[in-house]
């Protein structure tokens, strides 16, 4: 029996796994959820389906190298090591080291997120890396910095959720994301607290119903004022926490100010949501806010992708902590502010190293101390170590332009799918003279590739992932690896022997843990306290946690820092920073055949679909993208039920069938982005950015409808 965790989001719900004979099983493993504090055992359909991808016909078990006739076929791993290692020299040697590019992802464990970034800038010497966290928290990062000094998803467990009053959240649908954190809003819910921001009646606003809370339903790309009218209730009727403000944060007087043109008609007016609500929710917010902080049940604002995949993301983020300093909860036990991690190890993905301007520890790649204690660790001068390269939606422009990269390595994505503009960023990588894809699926970049290489699954690896409220968990092997299938560290390591690179590369991931623990040592993201036996005995060990930290790995007990910011925020001066944040309303394209697209995820699907399309049960629960629509939009664009629909912009077309629902607004509707080929969503989104986050415009983009004729 094998304890870890499951391989998708980041609840990392605890499982185990069992070996299965064929007789038992059609299963290489039989898997369960187990008790663990984030799912009680319970876990969501992708969950408990994850094993039957172990063994998949589909499973890359070599390198395929591409051929002449544009086929890809298998090669030996010599072969296609000395391929890489060879390309790199060559075209480093002729354009420079940042002609190498290289695409990381939060899904890699925290030993390969760690080597890739240490590789990327030591065996290419290449400052161009960046992640596909950069679609996901990039926005919720900015913003907490700016704001506390760090980033950690949720700076107390998830579990203090159990015993909240009231929460509001903001963007996040978890009831179809990660349906196991449901049981964490039960206490919110029976106490009618639970208030959900979202433009279409979600699955996680229904769960507002039968007077278990209330569902604000604002017009897409709204959140930012709504949450600044709110916040001008806090201070029009005194309802702010005035001690707490003074004693704990800066700029409340600068942020005073930009709320007062923001009053409750005006913010109506904006966002759609009536005055009333928008006051009855703030005054809702106070006396809860109030109750818990004479020792009644903790408030919480939460928020998700949909308020921060936008263009001013970083604002509304802010705008959102803001709104929690007034009402005095951050670094207190009577609640607080955190955003809600998305990909399986998101957290531990953005500490590291994998952003281009962040060393491991959440080091700053500009500062020189940061660069120097690095650089001590990983034996080399700091000189070499690049600068700050590209954020993720301007490297992917960048490929195969002039002075761009000419070469890119893929680790645990699939932009053709989940980046923004797709169409343009599969033929960014098709102009790139060799790409590299590491997957265990061909998914739809890996086919784009002209060296495919093979790697493990979840659950032939080692190693430590982090999860959304900072915990360090050990992911676990329980079986051997397919074919030729290999460890991310064994290829990194083996080719920076190729390169040869400085410093170390061990294939052994514990080996890889202890060199993390030490680069991060004094950093934000401490992880030098940790040790691998802790973690294998189930010790509940959440960042920072410095050297010398005791861990006992006893139920009950929290080790580290469970709960951030209670001693004070992570600035020089130990207090919270209130930011004065502006609304600038995009152009809106005022036609009659133009509506607002909202995309997001499905409760059967995750990420871009390459591991959930390939699970039978959920491929045949969620076949294709359906387009949620308002049966009164519908009408007024001749659209029927299940009929299929051009979606279309200036940047491309999707087709998909049409769902009829009363959960949509009137002027907006919603596709998944889970699909390839003509049901791209992200054919449509934009890829402008937030100028703070670098995180894409994913949330809100202008389409016209267009019924398609079909033939009886």
């Known amino acids: 029996m094998t304890a870890t965790h499951c391989p998708y989001c980041a609840l990392q719900c605890g499982i185990t796994l069992e070996r299965s004979t064929q007789a038992e099983s059609p299963e290489p493993v039989s898997l369960k959820g187990r008790d663990f504090e984030?799912?009680?055992?319970?876990?969501?359909?992708?969950?408990?389906?994850?094993?039957?991808?172990?063994?998949?016909?589909?499973?890359?078990?070599?390198?395929?190298?591409?051929q002449a006739d544009g086929s890809l076929a298998p090669i030996g791993w010599e072969q296609a090591l000395d391929l890489v290692a060879d390309k790199a020299r060559a075209i480093r040697a002729e354009s420079g080291a940042d002609a190498l590019a290289v695409f990381g992802s939060g899904s890699l464990t925290n030993e390969k997120a760690y080597q890739l970034g240490k590789f990327a800038r030591l065996a290419l010497g290449t400052s161009r890396i960046d992640y596909n966290g950069r679609f996901c928290m990039s926005s919720a990062a900015a913003g907490t910095n700016r704001a506390f000094g760090l980033d950690r998803g949720l700076p107390f467990p998830l579990a203090d959720l159990d015993e909240a009053g009231?929460?509001?959240?903001?963007?996040?649908?978890?009831?179809?994301?990660?349906?196991?954190?449901?049981?964490?809003?039960a206490g919110a819910r029976e106490n009618g607290g639970l208030v959900v921001v979202d433009p279409r009646r979600s699955a996680t606003a229904k769960l507002c119903e039968d007077n278990a809370g209330w569902h604000l339903q604002p017009t897409p790309a709204t959140d930012l004022p709504l949450l600044l009218g709110l916040a001008h209730v806090l201070v029009a009727e005194s309802l702010v926490d005035t001690g707490y403000l003074a004693a704990r944060t800066n700029g409340f007087d600068a942020v005073k100010a930009s709320l007062a043109g923001w009053w409750?008609?005006?913010?109506?007016?904006?966002?759609?949501?009536?005055?009333?609500?928008?006051?009855?929710?703030?005054?809702?917010?106070?006396?809860?806010?109030?109750?818990?902080k004479a020792g009644g049940k903790p408030v919480y604002i939460l928020t998700g992708r949909g308020i921060e995949q936008h263009a001013n993301g970083t604002d509304t983020v802010t705008a959102a902590i803001n709104l929690a300093l007034l009402l005095g909860l951050p670094g207190t036990l009577a609640g607080g502010y955190g955003t809600i991690t998305g990909q399986g190890n998101g957290q531990g993905g953005r500490e590291h190293g994998q952003k281009c301007d962040q060393l491991p520890g959440y080091r700053k790649i500009t500062d020189p101390e940061h660069r120097a204690q690095v650089a001590r660790v990983w034996g080399v001068e700091p000189e070499i170590i690049p600068g700050p390269g590209l954020p993720a939606v301007e490297l992917l422009e960048a490929l195969g332009t002039p002075t761009g990269p000419r070469m890119m390595m893929i680790h645990g994505a699939n932009p053709v799918i989940s980046a923004p503009d797709a169409s343009k960023v599969s033929r960014a990588l098709a102009s790139l003279d060799f790409l590299v894809v590491c997957d265990f699926f061909l998914s739809e970049t890996a086919a784009q590739a002209d060296l495919v290489l093979p790697v493990l699954q979840w659950a032939e690896e080692e190693g430590s992932m982090t999860n959304l409220e900072g915990r360090i968990l050990r992911r676990r092997a329980a079986l051997e690896a397919p074919g030729n299938a290999r460890s991310e560290l064994w290829i990194l390591s083996q080719l920076a022997q190729r390169l040869d690179a400085p410093g170390r590369f061990s294939p052994a991931p514990r080996e890889v843990f202890e060199e993390l623990k030490e680069a991060s040592a004094g950093g934000l993201a401490d992880y030098s306290g940790v040790r691998w036996d802790d973690l294998d005995a189930g010790a509940a060990i959440y960042w920072p946690c410095p050297a010398g930290t005791e861990v006992r790995a006893e139920p009950g007990v929290r080790n580290g820092t469970p709960r951030l910011f209670l001693d004070g925020f992570a600035h020089a001066d130990r207090r919270a920073v209130l930011v004065p944040v502006a609304f600038q309303p995009a152009p809106r394209k005022n036609t009659s055949a133009t509506v607002s697209l909202v995309t997001g995820r499905l409760l059967e699907h995750y990420q871009s679909g390459a591991q959930t399309r390939r699970v039978a049960e959920l491929a045949q629960a969620a076949p294709e993208?359906?387009?949620?629509?308002?049966?009164?939009?519908?009408?007024?664009?001749?659209?029927?039920?299940?009929?299929?629909?051009?979606?279309s912009n200036e940047r491309g077309e999707v087709t998909a069938r049409a769902l009829l629902t009363a959960d949509a607004r009137l002027d907006t509707v919603f596709l998944p982005f889970h699909y390839p080929g003509a049901g791209t969503a992200n054919l449509l989104t934009e890829a402008k950015v937030d100028p703070h986050s670098r995180m894409p415009e994913f949330k809100h983009a202008h389409v016209s409808l267009n019924a398609v004729e079909e033939e009886q």
């Open 38 to 66: 984030t799912n009680g055992g319970a876990l969501c359909r992708k969950g408990y389906s994850a094993a039957t991808l172990l063994d998949h016909p589909e499973r890359l078990q070599a390198p395929m190298l591409r």
């Open 166 to 185: 009231m929460i509001l959240m903001l963007g996040s649908n978890v009831a179809d994301t990660m349906p196991p954190f449901v049981r964490h809003l």
């Open 264 to 292: 409750p008609e005006r913010t109506a007016q904006v966002t759609g949501v009536p005055a009333e609500q928008i006051r009855r929710t703030a005054r809702a917010l106070a006396q809860a806010a109030s109750e818990a």
């Open 625 to 647: 993208p359906l387009l949620e629509i308002h049966p009164a939009t519908a009408l007024s664009h001749q659209i029927a039920q299940g009929q299929k629909v051009v979606i």
